[in-house]
């Protein structure tokens, strides 16, 4: 769940375990991430990016593409730029302590 609480400039993001609350000010833009299906599952996260930081904090976490569709009700409710941070692949095998796997990502999101 997404609520704004425009009064007191407030965005808040809950799910059945938490809730966070957030100035309004504060969040340059909210990020979709979708993860690919490698050698883990794929999934989703919906992030903010703040203001006076350069990553993406992920909010809530969801199957692959779970947030794409909402990415425009995303952005009138909260008035903020909803992007797509490029997708990568789920590199991580729970079962292996040998492979590795690395995730460049060039420039700002």
């Known amino acids: 769940m997404i609520w704004v609480d425009r009064k007191n400039r407030k965005i808040g993001f809950a799910d059945d375990n938490y809730c ?26 919906l992030g903010i990016l703040l203001i006076d930081r350069k990553e993406s904090y992920a909010i809530l ?18 008035n903020k730029q909803v992007k797509f941070t490029p997708e990568y692949h789920n590199c991580y095998n729970p079962n292996s302590h040998h492979g590795k796997c690395i995730r460049s990502i060039s420039g700002p999101l």
């Open 20 to 45: 966070q609350v957030f100035e309004m000010d504060e969040i340059e833009s909210l990020v979709i991430q979708n993860i690919l299906p490698a050698k883990g599952g794929g999934s989703a996260y």
């Open 61 to 78: 976490t969801g199957a692959q593409n779970e947030f794409d569709e909402y990415k425009d009700r995303i952005s009138n409710l909260t």
